[in-house]
Protein backbone atom coordinates (compact mmCIF):
# COMPACT_ATOMS: atom_id res chain seq x y z
CA UNK A 1 0.00 0.00 0.00
CA UNK A 2 1.07 3.65 -0.74
CA UNK A 3 2.32 5.43 1.71
CA UNK A 4 0.40 9.34 2.66
CA UNK A 5 2.85 11.79 3.56
CA UNK A 6 1.96 14.54 5.96
CA UNK A 7 1.40 16.75 3.58
CA UNK A 8 -0.87 14.86 1.60
CA UNK A 9 -2.67 14.06 4.72
CA UNK A 10 -3.03 18.04 5.39
CA UNK A 11 -4.31 18.43 1.84
CA UNK A 12 -6.85 16.03 2.68
CA UNK A 13 -8.31 17.26 5.59
CA UNK A 14 -8.16 20.75 4.59
CA UNK A 15 -10.45 19.91 1.74
CA UNK A 16 -12.73 17.52 3.63
CA UNK A 17 -13.15 21.12 6.35
CA UNK A 18 -13.76 22.79 3.05
CA UNK A 19 -16.57 20.58 1.73
CA UNK A 20 -17.99 20.01 4.89
CA UNK A 21 -18.27 24.26 5.07
CA UNK A 22 -19.70 24.38 1.97
CA UNK A 23 -21.81 21.92 2.34
CA UNK A 24 -23.20 24.08 5.40
CA UNK A 25 -23.22 26.50 4.08
CA UNK A 26 -25.68 25.32 0.82
CA UNK A 27 -27.68 24.15 3.47
CA UNK A 28 -28.39 27.80 5.30
CA UNK A 29 -31.83 29.56 5.69
CA UNK A 30 -30.40 32.22 3.24
CA UNK A 31 -32.45 34.94 1.29
CA UNK A 32 -29.16 35.22 -1.41
CA UNK A 33 -27.50 32.15 -3.49
CA UNK A 34 -24.10 32.32 -4.35
CA UNK A 35 -22.44 33.26 -7.71
CA UNK A 36 -21.84 30.00 -8.23
CA UNK A 37 -25.51 28.81 -7.35
CA UNK A 38 -26.65 31.56 -9.58
CA UNK A 39 -24.93 30.00 -12.19
CA UNK A 40 -25.72 26.48 -11.63
CA UNK A 41 -29.34 27.51 -11.10
CA UNK A 42 -29.62 29.93 -14.03
CA UNK A 43 -28.34 27.04 -16.41
CA UNK A 44 -30.29 24.36 -15.33
CA UNK A 45 -33.43 26.34 -15.48
CA UNK A 46 -32.63 27.56 -19.28
CA UNK A 47 -31.80 24.06 -20.58
CA UNK A 48 -34.67 23.04 -18.99
CA UNK A 49 -36.96 25.81 -20.53
CA UNK A 50 -35.27 25.04 -24.33
CA UNK A 51 -36.26 21.61 -23.54
CA UNK A 52 -39.99 22.18 -22.31
CA UNK A 53 -41.31 24.44 -24.83
CA UNK A 54 -40.96 21.96 -27.67
CA UNK A 55 -42.28 19.27 -25.26
CA UNK A 56 -45.31 21.18 -24.49
CA UNK A 57 -45.73 22.20 -27.34
CA UNK A 58 -45.61 18.88 -29.08
CA UNK A 59 -48.14 18.00 -26.17
CA UNK A 60 -50.60 20.15 -26.83
CA UNK A 61 -50.94 19.39 -30.47
CA UNK A 62 -51.26 16.07 -29.59
CA UNK A 63 -54.02 16.91 -27.30
CA UNK A 64 -55.71 19.53 -29.91
CA UNK A 65 -55.82 16.15 -32.29
CA UNK A 66 -57.01 13.95 -29.16
CA UNK A 67 -59.89 17.14 -28.82
CA UNK A 68 -60.72 17.27 -32.43
CA UNK A 69 -61.26 13.51 -32.83
CA UNK A 70 -63.09 13.43 -29.90
CA UNK A 71 -65.52 16.25 -31.38
CA UNK A 72 -65.51 14.27 -34.69
CA UNK A 73 -66.81 11.25 -32.80
CA UNK A 74 -69.13 13.36 -30.63
CA UNK A 75 -70.35 15.28 -33.53
CA UNK A 76 -71.28 11.86 -35.88
CA UNK A 77 -73.17 10.64 -33.25
CA UNK A 78 -75.08 13.82 -32.86
CA UNK A 79 -75.63 13.67 -36.41
CA UNK A 80 -76.82 10.45 -36.42
CA UNK A 81 -79.32 10.99 -33.65
CA UNK A 82 -80.14 14.01 -35.46
CA UNK A 83 -81.18 11.72 -38.26
CA UNK A 84 -83.15 9.14 -36.22
CA UNK A 85 -85.18 11.96 -34.94
CA UNK A 86 -85.88 13.25 -38.51
CA UNK A 87 -87.26 9.89 -39.18
CA UNK A 88 -88.88 9.42 -36.50
CA UNK A 89 -90.52 12.94 -36.58
CA UNK A 90 -91.88 12.08 -40.42
CA UNK A 91 -92.86 8.77 -39.07
CA UNK A 92 -94.70 10.54 -36.69
CA UNK A 93 -96.13 13.25 -38.99
CA UNK A 94 -97.41 10.73 -41.60
CA UNK A 95 -99.17 8.51 -39.14
CA UNK A 96 -100.63 11.95 -38.03
CA UNK A 97 -101.82 12.73 -41.13
CA UNK A 98 -103.28 8.97 -41.80
CA UNK A 99 -104.93 8.96 -38.42
CA UNK A 100 -106.57 12.08 -39.95
CA UNK A 101 -107.55 10.78 -43.26
CA UNK A 102 -108.94 7.66 -41.59
CA UNK A 103 -111.06 9.27 -38.63
CA UNK A 104 -112.59 12.22 -41.50
CA UNK A 105 -113.33 8.71 -43.99
CA UNK A 106 -114.58 7.17 -41.00
CA UNK A 107 -117.17 10.18 -40.75
CA UNK A 108 -118.16 10.04 -44.46
CA UNK A 109 -119.22 6.31 -44.53
CA UNK A 110 -122.61 7.39 -42.21
CA UNK A 111 -123.25 9.43 -44.92
CA UNK A 112 -122.88 6.44 -47.53
CA UNK A 113 -126.23 5.34 -46.33
CA UNK A 114 -127.31 2.28 -49.08
CA UNK A 115 -123.57 2.23 -50.05
CA UNK A 116 -120.56 0.02 -48.76
CA UNK A 117 -117.46 2.52 -48.55
CA UNK A 118 -114.54 0.53 -49.99
CA UNK A 119 -111.35 2.75 -48.76
CA UNK A 120 -108.42 2.77 -51.27
CA UNK A 121 -105.10 4.36 -52.18
CA UNK A 122 -104.36 5.83 -55.23
CA UNK A 123 -101.09 4.14 -56.87
CA UNK A 124 -100.68 6.08 -59.88
CA UNK A 125 -101.39 9.18 -62.24
CA UNK A 126 -100.79 9.47 -65.76
CA UNK A 127 -99.29 13.27 -66.57
CA UNK A 128 -101.17 13.36 -69.41
CA UNK A 129 -104.07 13.47 -68.10
CA UNK A 130 -103.61 14.75 -64.85
CA UNK A 131 -106.72 16.54 -64.29
CA UNK A 132 -108.75 13.62 -65.53
CA UNK A 133 -107.52 10.18 -64.27
CA UNK A 134 -105.87 8.35 -61.42
CA UNK A 135 -105.74 4.78 -60.54
CA UNK A 136 -106.07 2.96 -57.49
CA UNK A 137 -105.34 0.04 -55.43
CA UNK A 138 -108.57 -2.14 -55.79
CA UNK A 139 -110.39 -3.40 -58.05
CA UNK A 140 -112.87 -6.32 -59.37
CA UNK A 141 -111.85 -8.77 -57.05
CA UNK A 142 -112.51 -6.61 -53.75
CA UNK A 143 -116.04 -6.03 -55.09
CA UNK A 144 -114.95 -2.45 -57.63
CA UNK A 145 -117.28 -2.03 -60.41
CA UNK A 146 -117.40 0.25 -63.74
CA UNK A 147 -119.48 3.50 -62.30
CA UNK A 148 -119.08 3.38 -58.85
CA UNK A 149 -118.92 6.62 -57.06
CA UNK A 150 -115.57 7.77 -55.44
CA UNK A 151 -114.90 10.54 -52.82
CA UNK A 152 -112.23 11.17 -50.38
CA UNK A 153 -112.37 13.58 -47.43
CA UNK A 154 -113.50 16.69 -48.63
CA UNK A 155 -116.15 15.75 -51.01
CA UNK A 156 -116.66 14.15 -54.26
CA UNK A 157 -113.86 13.64 -56.98
CA UNK A 158 -115.29 11.01 -59.57
CA UNK A 159 -116.67 7.74 -60.02
CA UNK A 160 -115.05 4.06 -61.86
CA UNK A 161 -114.40 4.21 -65.61
CA UNK A 162 -112.74 1.30 -65.95
CA UNK A 163 -111.84 -2.38 -63.65
CA UNK A 164 -109.47 -4.35 -63.53
CA UNK A 165 -108.85 -7.32 -61.33
CA UNK A 166 -106.94 -5.14 -58.52
CA UNK A 167 -106.77 -1.60 -59.79
CA UNK A 168 -109.53 0.70 -61.47
CA UNK A 169 -109.63 4.00 -62.90
CA UNK A 170 -110.83 6.99 -61.54
CA UNK A 171 -112.40 9.85 -64.18
CA UNK A 172 -112.33 12.49 -62.44
CA UNK A 173 -114.56 15.44 -62.17
CA UNK A 174 -112.46 17.90 -63.66
CA UNK A 175 -112.76 15.13 -67.32
CA UNK A 176 -113.60 16.26 -70.84
CA UNK A 177 -115.40 14.02 -71.32
CA UNK A 178 -118.95 15.54 -72.29
CA UNK A 179 -121.12 12.34 -71.05
CA UNK A 180 -120.00 12.76 -67.36
CA UNK A 181 -122.96 14.31 -65.63
CA UNK A 182 -123.14 14.61 -62.07
CA UNK A 183 -127.00 15.48 -60.73
CA UNK A 184 -126.43 18.14 -57.74
CA UNK A 185 -128.21 20.06 -55.57
CA UNK A 186 -127.83 24.16 -54.33
CA UNK A 187 -128.17 24.29 -51.15
CA UNK A 188 -129.57 27.69 -50.56
CA UNK A 189 -130.79 29.66 -47.53
CA UNK A 190 -134.51 30.19 -49.44
CA UNK A 191 -134.29 27.16 -51.50
CA UNK A 192 -133.41 24.41 -52.93
CA UNK A 193 -132.52 24.29 -56.19
CA UNK A 194 -131.61 20.84 -58.54
CA UNK A 195 -128.64 21.03 -61.64
CA UNK A 196 -126.27 18.78 -63.33
CA UNK A 197 -122.84 19.32 -63.43
CA UNK A 198 -121.64 19.29 -67.08
CA UNK A 199 -117.73 20.23 -67.52
CA UNK A 200 -115.50 22.40 -66.08
CA UNK A 201 -113.97 25.56 -67.31
CA UNK A 202 -110.42 25.36 -67.79
CA UNK A 203 -109.47 28.90 -67.54
CA UNK A 204 -111.19 29.05 -64.03
CA UNK A 205 -110.38 25.55 -63.15
CA UNK A 206 -114.01 25.58 -61.74
CA UNK A 207 -116.84 22.82 -62.30
CA UNK A 208 -120.01 24.33 -64.38
CA UNK A 209 -123.43 23.45 -63.10
CA UNK A 210 -125.79 23.74 -65.88
CA UNK A 211 -129.91 23.85 -65.65
CA UNK A 212 -130.53 25.55 -62.88
CA UNK A 213 -134.51 26.62 -62.68
CA UNK A 214 -134.29 30.29 -63.31
CA UNK A 215 -137.11 31.10 -61.12
CA UNK A 216 -134.75 29.75 -57.71
CA UNK A 217 -132.64 32.30 -56.53
CA UNK A 218 -128.92 30.59 -55.68
CA UNK A 219 -126.46 32.84 -54.69
CA UNK A 220 -122.56 33.10 -54.29
CA UNK A 221 -121.20 31.01 -51.40
CA UNK A 222 -123.77 28.48 -51.45
CA UNK A 223 -122.92 24.52 -51.33
CA UNK A 224 -123.82 21.87 -53.91
CA UNK A 225 -123.69 18.41 -53.29
CA UNK A 226 -124.85 15.51 -55.01
CA UNK A 227 -128.68 15.13 -55.12
CA UNK A 228 -127.93 10.98 -55.43
CA UNK A 229 -130.81 10.89 -58.55
CA UNK A 230 -129.42 8.19 -60.99
CA UNK A 231 -128.26 5.86 -58.42
CA UNK A 232 -124.59 6.42 -59.06
CA UNK A 233 -123.19 9.11 -56.69
CA UNK A 234 -124.87 8.92 -52.74
CA UNK A 235 -127.01 11.59 -51.83
CA UNK A 236 -125.42 14.89 -49.70
CA UNK A 237 -121.69 14.14 -51.31
CA UNK A 238 -120.19 18.05 -50.82
CA UNK A 239 -119.02 18.72 -54.50
CA UNK A 240 -118.16 22.43 -53.73
CA UNK A 241 -119.26 25.62 -53.27
CA UNK A 242 -120.69 28.13 -56.02
CA UNK A 243 -118.14 31.30 -57.39
CA UNK A 244 -120.35 32.76 -59.59
CA UNK A 245 -124.06 32.86 -61.42
CA UNK A 246 -124.79 33.85 -64.39
CA UNK A 247 -127.89 32.76 -67.07
CA UNK A 248 -128.26 30.63 -70.42
CA UNK A 249 -130.99 30.12 -72.59
CA UNK A 250 -131.91 33.57 -73.02
CA UNK A 251 -132.69 33.52 -69.63
CA UNK A 252 -134.81 30.01 -69.12
CA UNK A 253 -132.14 28.73 -67.05
CA UNK A 254 -129.19 29.77 -64.37
CA UNK A 255 -125.67 28.51 -64.30
CA UNK A 256 -123.05 28.42 -62.13
CA UNK A 257 -119.36 28.10 -61.43
CA UNK A 258 -118.66 25.72 -58.63
CA UNK A 259 -115.01 25.28 -57.22
CA UNK A 260 -114.17 22.03 -56.24
CA UNK A 261 -114.40 20.77 -52.35
CA UNK A 262 -111.39 18.32 -52.47
CA UNK A 263 -108.15 18.86 -53.71
CA UNK A 264 -107.39 17.10 -56.95
CA UNK A 265 -104.10 17.54 -56.88
CA UNK A 266 -103.21 15.60 -53.60
CA UNK A 267 -105.22 12.64 -54.42
CA UNK A 268 -104.08 9.53 -51.45
CA UNK A 269 -106.88 8.23 -49.84
CA UNK A 270 -110.21 7.70 -51.69
CA UNK A 271 -113.64 5.87 -50.67
CA UNK A 272 -115.64 4.02 -53.69
CA UNK A 273 -118.92 3.83 -52.75
CA UNK A 274 -119.87 -0.04 -53.86
CA UNK A 275 -123.66 0.06 -54.37
CA UNK A 276 -125.69 -2.17 -52.18
CA UNK A 277 -128.98 -0.85 -54.14
CA UNK A 278 -130.42 -1.13 -57.26
CA UNK A 279 -129.27 1.84 -59.70
CA UNK A 280 -131.52 3.77 -61.86
CA UNK A 281 -130.34 4.61 -64.97
CA UNK A 282 -130.59 8.73 -64.88
CA UNK A 283 -128.70 11.88 -64.85
CA UNK A 284 -125.57 10.02 -63.40
CA UNK A 285 -125.25 7.74 -66.18
CA UNK A 286 -123.47 7.78 -69.47
CA UNK A 287 -124.84 9.52 -72.23
CA UNK A 288 -128.13 9.90 -70.55
CA UNK A 289 -130.51 13.11 -71.68
CA UNK A 290 -132.34 12.63 -68.86
CA UNK A 291 -134.15 16.00 -67.07
CA UNK A 292 -133.29 15.98 -63.51
CA UNK A 293 -133.94 19.62 -63.20
CA UNK A 294 -136.49 20.25 -61.66
CA UNK A 295 -137.15 21.15 -57.80
CA UNK A 296 -139.25 18.76 -56.58
CA UNK A 297 -136.40 16.60 -54.53
CA UNK A 298 -138.60 13.54 -56.11
CA UNK A 299 -136.39 10.63 -57.52
CA UNK A 300 -137.15 9.76 -61.54
CA UNK A 301 -139.27 12.77 -61.66
CA UNK A 302 -138.75 14.90 -64.68
CA UNK A 303 -137.61 12.02 -66.92
CA UNK A 304 -138.88 11.54 -70.26
CA UNK A 305 -140.57 8.32 -70.90
Known amino acids: MPHFTNKKIIVLLVGTILLVALIS ?17 DSVGLAQSIVAKPANYITGIFQNIQSLLNTYEENQ ?34 SLRDYEPLRATVIARNPD ?13 HGVEKNMAVITTKGLIGKISLVTPFTSEVELLYT ?5 RVSAVVQSEKNVAYGLIEGYD ?16 INKGDKVVTSGLGGIFPK ?22 IKPAADFSMLEKVIVAKRSATVIDGSDGEGTNADLTNNTGIPGEGEEE
Open 25 to 41: FSLRDRQNATLPEQFIK
Open 77 to 110: RLKTRLEDFAVLQAEVNTLKSENEQLRELLNNED
Open 129 to 141: QWEEKIIINKGST
Open 176 to 180: NNPNF
Open 202 to 217: EERNELILKRIDSSLE
Open 236 to 257: GILIGEITEVTTEDFGLTKMAY
